[in-house]
């Protein structure tokens, strides 16, 4: 457990860090607060509509496929750890894994799963 | 670990499974390579059949041989091999009685065939698993391919409705089992159904709170799959939502692959604890018989009927399950056989009466058919008739050898209970049949066509309905020699 | 320090669980969601499952909490409007049944009668070999069909995605 201490040091740094400087502006700065000001910033336009809008059903698909091979990705990783001891073999079972997702990409690509229709 | 080899896991062993991968991706890659318009795409069908018939061929094969493969995690015996056939058979007659139907409605997708192959895999897996963790993955295999079949007539919102409610109370269901086998797992400390045997043996038969609760919920996880009360809420909307053919499949296959599984887990790794299930499975099969029974009694619709006489004949298969002897795996094997055929004739002749967009579904569109196709009408007689156990069919040998079996255990209570219960289903299988014979039409019976390939299957469910009937013996002794090594 | 780590971490991920239970706000549902995860991926790296954590911050805070995200603002369900309770009646009986649960959980945890048994990998035998390290060794053996299967299954889920969600198929 001992080795996790850097990264509890750097969280405690990264969080005090942004506390300070939040603190700092709070405490120092000057807000004269106007309409104008608190509208939300488009740019400098002056903002059309509400942000809060429907998203098209396609990000869905899109994100979905992104689970998929997320998961996918996932598999490497313990597969890359032990790929020593797991010689010619292990690597046999990996392409096998791969190809047959990369068939699944190939049907998603053809069927127009990755076109903005 | 470095003595690894592929010979060390005999990758033969699941060449039928391989088949089916590859034929089911070679189907899709076909299908999105092809410039035809969606109605004319026949070679879908045909390249699908030749995958399951070459499967078949394949697993014929292994008959007789016993085999671990895989470090123990796959098994090869009579009793996977019956399954097998049984999963094959099933894929092979919805694939039949879909190639016109999915070109009627407009969902020729290579995607149908392929998730077809794909569900048969896990249920194969299931069938064969040896742990867990395998009967999980086969599981989840085979119920996401169904999810995604039933929502496949994307234009209808019964469909999509039945899809939603298959995923949302599927999902649920598979978190329960998951979580069974994380308990049982907790236990034991293992997930090799062997060693799990082995473990409950070395603590003299007697099971600790966590493993009996982990079997509660294996057993709530795959009550839901098998369509079994009070876990069948949602078996009427779904099946009739589906895609009919694909309803066929459903009612057949992965009750098949849940009971599969559920006499392997239970024989096997809970063999010596039959006192501790044996009641909650007795109550569950006096739930399911009668409640699939009764309220069959008052429907309409010719869908949701088979689908309350679906959960009704789940019912029967757990009176066997009950009485866990060795007559037991038999009777329930060859029931499952039996009602392979029956089922999937039954749908079969229902695609046929209900024509374009499933237009004619209740019952009364079944008066007068005698008249206008005494043919069609003789057929579903006998798939009915065998439903409702009536001899000399497949279904009343079936119903016989789950009596027996339960009576030979000493469930006299539970047959008698069972029997009352097949002589209500009596009631409404008849009403169809009269619906067909006594009453006129209520319709203008448009001239049916009846496809060959509808038609070879319809003639395939006949054959087997009346072979099992009358000659049951030959498939019977097969059965006796596929029982699991009990204990 | 471990088990004030433990503590903390999980005192946390209840109250972002609770938290994420009576927000209005979807979107901030979500991002609770995010924060209750992150913290039960601690709570695994202190039971030595360092792959277990990288898997829960990779797949769920990072993959499936974005289609959460993509489902909420897909349905954009207005937050101002008041619910109705479809199911009144349930409220009572579920409340019961809730604290029910609660008092078994607490009794069984107490009674110790849910044990359990150390398998083969214990806690040491994890650290020596390293969580990863013995994962990649299990499951390119012992486990190769279940791994080899998920790939099937992975592709399951790509034809239901583009059947399903796509527009014209």
Known sequence: MIHYLPILILFFIALGFALTNVGIS??????????????????????????????????????MLFVVFDIEVVFMY??????????????????????????????????GGLEWE | MPNTSIMTFNILSI???????????????????????????????????????????????FTGTTLFSFYGAYTIDNYSLFFQFVFLLCAGLTILISKN??????????????????????????????????????????????????????????????????????????????YGIALVYGATGTISLRQIAVFIAGKGGVLDPLLLAGMGLIIVGIGFKIASAPFHAWVPDVYEGAPTAITAFMAVGPKAAGFAAFLRIFFIAFGQVHQDWEKIIWILAVLTMTTGNIIALIQTNIKRMLAYSSIAHAGYLLIA?????????????????????????????????????????????????AYKH???????????????????????????????????????????????????????????????????????????????????AIIISIIGTIQLGIFPAKVLEIAQRSILLLR | ????????????????????????????????????????????????????????????TGAIMVLFLFVIMLLMVDVKKKQKDDLPFQRIPAMVMGFVLLVVMGLAIKSKLFQGREGEYTSAKVESIGHTQLIGKLLFTDYLLPFEMTSILLFVAVIGAIILAKRKV
Not at chain 3, 8 to 25: G, P, Q, R
Request: some cysteine; hydrophobic content about 55%.
């Open chain 1, 26 to 63: 709070e405490i120092l700065g000057r807000k004269r607060p106007t309409k104008e000001k608190l509208t939300p910033y488009e740019c400098g336009v002056e903002p059309v509509g509400s942000a809060h809008e429907r998203f098209s059903v396609k990000f869905y698909l899109i994100a």
């Open chain 1, 78 to 111: 313990p597969w890359a750890v032990a790929f020593k001891s797991l010689k010619l073999f292990g690597f046999i079972e990996m392409l096998i894994f791969i190809g047959i997702l990369l068939i699944c990409y190939f049907y998603i690509w053809k069927r």
């Open chain 2, 15 to 61: 060449l039928p499974v391989l088949i089916l991968a590859g034929f089911g991706m070679m189907v899709l890659v076909v299908d999105v390579l092809s410039s035809r318009k969606m109605g004319e795409k026949n070679f879908l069908a045909y390249l699908s059949l030749i995958g399951v018939v070459i499967a078949a061929f394949l697993s014929k094969n």
């Open chain 2, 101 to 178: 139907y999915v070109q009627r409605e407009n969902i020729n997708y290579g995607e149908y065939y392929t998730l077809i192959l794909f569900s048969t895999i896990g249920m194969i897996l299931m069938a064969s698993g040896a742990d867990l963790l395998n009967i999980f993955i086969g599981l989840e295999i085979m119920s996401i391919s169904i999810y995604i079949l039933v929502g496949m007539k994307r234009t209808r919102l019964t469909s999509n409705e039945a899809s939603l409610k298959y995923f949302l109370l599927g999902a649920f269901s598979t978190g329960f089992l998951l």
């Open chain 2, 321 to 369: 399950l009950v009485a866990a002897n060795n007559m037991s795996v038999s009777a329930i094997l060859f029931y499952l056989l039996a009602y392979l055929f029956m089922n999937i004739g039954a749908f079969a002749i229902v695609i046929v009466i209900s024509q374009k967009e499933d237009s004619f579904l209740k019952i009364s569109d079944f008066s007068g058919l």
């Open chain 2, 374 to 456: 005494p043919r069609l009408a003789i057929a579903m007689t006998l798939f009915l008739l065998s439903m409702a156990g009536i001899p000399p069919t497949a279904g009343f040998v079936g119903k016989f050898y789950i009596f027996s079996s339960a009576i030979k255990s000493g469930y006299v209570l539970l047959a008698i209970i069972g029997v009352i219960n097949s002589v209500i289903a009596v009631f409404y299988y008849l009403r169809v049949t009269v619906a067909m014979y006594m009453r006129g039409p209520e319709r203008e019976f448009q001239p049916l066509t009846l496809s060959p390939f509808i038609f070879v």
């Open chain 3, 1 to 60: 320090m471990e088990p004030y780590l433990f503590y903390v971490m999980a005192a946390t991920s209840v109250v972002a669980a609770l938290y994420l239970i009576f927000e209005k706000n979807p979107v901030f549902c979500a991002l609770y969601l995010v924060f209750s995860f992150i913290n039960i991926a601690v709570l695994y790296v202190l039971l030595e499952a360092q792959f277990i954590a990288a898997v829960q911050v990779i797949v769920y």
